[in-house]
T-cell receptor, first 114, second 112 residues
Framework: NAGVMQNPRHLVRRRGQEARLRCSPMKGHSHVYWYRQLPEEGLKFMVYLQKENIIDESGMPKERFSAEFPKEGPSILRIQQVVRGDSAAYFC????????????FGQGTRLTVV | DQQVKQNSPSLSVQEGRISILNCDYTNSMFDYFLWYKKYPAEGPTFLISISSIKDKNEDGRFTVFLNKSAKHLSLHIVPSQPGDSAVYFCAASADSNYQLIWGAGTKLIIKP
């Protein structure tokens, strides 16, 4: 899973600042998924994107959160005006196709809001 | 509303013995199940999967069993090795839906 690159690995933000998390999928993968893991919980689906398209953002909080996957460059998960409750590990995964297949995960970005 | 439940937060097993991790689900539409393994500070790694048309899938030391009537699946690791110490997540999806629904994980500790 080293092929999915996330950066930064650790991000500290003060309340009210913006957080930008980046994800470069594995080569040849056009599907990107973002998950959030709160302490002591499993991963929760946030959003599914293909190049230049948001396919499903049903897991995204309605406000302050947005995601994109441009034609060129990495996928970005953006959190505006961060609050303490946003502190979590954010994982990106990519897959080559929609059918049931394992997704490959990045190492995650641990966001801490102080 | 937890659709995928891993009721044991942790499990301790002697090296060389069998580790059995359990997972229950409530959504009868789930037709594909996966187990992922996660080490601290790393992303989850795919381990093994099973489709609802099967009741068993084996890959080396890892075997997944699916009991559809009980809505229960289990992961067997035999023999358990120290490197198996990790958090194991059960995940499920329905009808080729890309959304994986995840359990909360079970921390497996292999004792020497």
């Amino acid at each position: 899973n080293a092929g999915v690159m996330q950066n930064p690995r650790h991000l500290v933000r003060r309340r009210g600042q913006e957080a930008r998390l980046r994800c470069s999928p594995m080569k040849g993968h056009s599907h990107v998924y973002w998950y959030r893991q709160l302490p002591e919980e499993g991963l929760k689906f946030m959003v599914y994107l293909q190049k230049e398209n948001i396919i499903d953002e049903s897991g995204m909080p309605k406000e302050r959160f947005s995601a994109e996957f441009p034609k060129e460059g990495p996928s970005i998960l953006r959190i505006q005006q961060v609050v303490r409750g946003d502190s979590a590990a954010y994982f990106c995964a990519s897959s080559p196709a929609l059918e049931n297949t394992e997704a490959f995960f990045g190492q995650g970005t641990r966001l801490t809001v102080v | 509303d937890q659709q995928v439940k891993q009721n044991s937060p942790s499990l301790s097993v002697q090296e060389g013995r069998i580790s059995i991790l359990n997972c229950d689900y409530t959504n009868s539409m789930f037709d594909y199940f996966l187990w992922y393994k996660k080490y601290p500070a790393e992303g989850p790694t795919f381990l093994i999967s099973i489709s609802s048309i099967k009741d068993k899938n084996e890959d080396g030391r890892f075997t997944v069993f699916l009991n559809k009537s009980a809505k229960h699946l289990s992961l067997h690791i035999v023999p358990s090795q120290p490197g198996d110490s990790a958090v194991y997540f059960c995940a499920a999806s329905a009808d080729s839906n890309y959304q994986l629904i995840w359990g909360a994980g079970t921390k497996l500790i292999i004792k020497p």
